[in-house]
């Protein structure tokens, strides 16, 4: 089971998930800004709180702040426009 966590809007983040997973068969699950904290105003995820498995979850994020606690599960992308 492959967990997607972007400090992204739904909106904005679908856009770019359903480019990526466009059979919707990749990702079991994906999680958005509102299921982020802040800190030193940037959306942060610290994925431990979420008790899923580590080795399959991953972040696609522009802003490496975002996933400053486990950044080896994180995938930096371009802002998209």
Not at 28 to 33: D, G, H, T
Not at 44 to 51: F, M, N
Not at 59 to 80: D, H, K, R, Y
Request: glycine share 4%.
């Amino acid at each position: 089971e492959v967990v997607v966590f972007t400090a992204s809007v739904r909106q904005y983040a679908d856009r770019l998930l359903d480019v990526l997973d466009p059979q919707g068969s990749l990702f079991a699950c994906r999680l958005y800004r509102e299921h982020c904290s802040p800190l030193e105003g940037c959306y942060t995820k610290d994925l431990r709180a979420l008790g899923r498995d580590l080795g399959t979850t991953i972040l696609v994020e522009n802003t490496p702040l975002s996933f400053c606690f486990q950044p080896s599960n994180a995938i930096l992308v371009p802002t998209w426009t």
